[in-house]
Nanobody
Framework: QVQLVESGGGLVQAGGSLRLSCTAS????????MGWYRQAPGKQRELVAT???????NYADSVKGRFTISRDNAKNTVYLQMNSLEPEDTAVYYC?????????WGQGTQVTVSS
């Protein structure tokens, strides 16, 4: 079992910044990809960014140039630095990883961007 705990959400004005953190614990040996997804009200959950253990990154087009994903393998933690936030970024953000073909999710953290 893998447990993911997120933190760092909140309310921010458009143009502002937030940093999300997600720490993995439990049976985490072998985890490669960690990522962030988000789900806005009435919409499907969508990929935001992923990062491999060797720091290969992938971003959704909508966040390229504004968001940066990083990880600290020693702390089993992945971060999402979000700059130039827009009201359209408002959503619940979920941390995700996969191990032995099983997906694990955090509890989610709310990000609200006011205009």
């Amino acid at each position: 079992q893998v447990q993911l705990v997120e933190s760092g959400g909140g309310l921010v004005q458009a143009g502002g910044s937030l940093r999300l953190s997600c720490t993995a614990s439990g049976s985490i040996f072998g985890i490669n990809v960690m990522g962030w997804y988000r789900q806005a009200p009435g919409k499907q959950r969508e990929l935001v960014a992923t990062i491999t253990r060797l720091n290969r990154r992938n971003y959704a087009d909508s966040v390229k140039g504004r968001f940066t994903i990083s990880r600290d393998n020693a702390k089993n933690t992945v971060y999402l630095q979000m700059n130039s936030l827009e009201p359209e970024d408002t959503a619940v953000y979920y941390c995700n990883t996969q191990l032995f073909s099983e997906a694990y999710w955090g509890q989610g953290t709310q990000v609200t961007v006011s205009s």
